[in-house]
């Protein structure tokens, strides 16, 4: 009973075997397809070759594979650039590009205290006189000190480069303009002149400001906070006493 299994199994690679080399004789027989662009038939001795080599004329372009691929006889003159289509939708149309929104200064630097620099702006703020840095002022005991430097540092210590927030139309493109701004709900104006910094502009909205700062001797208006004096006499403490 188990022969008969068996027997079918080889019986059928047999078969197998004997349709596989049929085949290979069959291809190997087969004439090479005419190749139509030459006209020509060739004659060749030994075993068919796989292509045809076609002789190939010069013409102005690269050939990639001249064995393989014909070169279609284009005249170079007769090629013409067409312009490109349009886009498919208005989706793909290039967005425009966005406009620059200077209402908000980020990482601000304080050039002089009242005077802001940021985002290829130059912003003075409006309503104060600003005290340069190069500045010096003289206190009630007649000392001069450098008080334009010192309020810049305050107004610095002031910013400590958080974003500051101008008023700044939306179709302004110019590089330097004065105007009111504010650090989160700080009046950066107010703040500049009631702590002494600078000086209000007459009729301004600082001017009482400006007065009880003066009234309070803050900034400008009061001493001079320069460090104390250097002893004269430095002791020796490695002296035994």
């Known amino acids: 009973m188990r022969k008969a299994p068996l027997a079918l199994a080889a019986g059928g690679l047999v078969l197998l075997a004997?349709?596989?080399?049929?085949?290979?004789?069959?291809?190997?027989?087969?004439?090479?397809?005419?190749?139509?662009?030459?006209?020509?038939?060739?004659?060749?001795?030994?075993?068919?070759?796989?292509?045809?080599?076609?002789?190939?004329?010069?013409?102005n372009a690269r050939p990639v594979a001249p064995d393989v691929v014909a070169i279609p006889e284009v005249e170079p003159e007769a090629l013409v650039r067409v312009a490109p289509r349009g886009p498919l939708s208005p989706f793909a149309r290039p967005l425009p590009p966005p406009k620059p929104d200077h209402s908000r200064i980020h990482r601000p630097l304080a050039e002089a205290a009242g005077r802001i620099l940021g985002q290829g702006l130059m912003v003075e703020i409006a309503g104060l006189e600003i005290v340069e840095p190069g500045e010096f002022c003289t206190d009630p005991d007649g000392i001069e000190w450098p008080c334009g430097m010192r309020a810049r540092t305050a107004f610095r210590g002031l910013l400590r480069g958080r974003a500051v927030s101008c008023d700044i139309p939306p179709e302004f493109?110019?590089?330097?303009?004065?105007?009111?701004?504010?650090?989160?709900?700080?009046?950066?104006?107010?703040w500049i002149v009631a702590n002494g910094w600078a000086r209000a502009v007459a009729g301004g909205p600082y001017e009482e400001h400006a007065q009880v700062a003066r009234d309070a001797e803050k900034g400008i208006f009061g001493p001079s906070p320069m460090p104390l004096p250097l002893l004269t006499e430095i002791p020796n403490f490695m002296e035994e006493r």
């Open 18 to 59: 004997a349709g596989l080399l049929a085949g290979r004789t069959a291809w190997q027989q087969q004439p090479v397809a005419d190749a139509g662009l030459a006209g020509t038939k060739t004659e060749t001795s030994g075993p068919t070759p796989a292509y045809v080599a076609l002789p190939v004329e010069p013409v």
């Open 173 to 190: 493109d110019g590089s330097e303009i004065k105007t009111g701004c504010t650090l989160g709900k700080l009046d950066l104006g107010q």
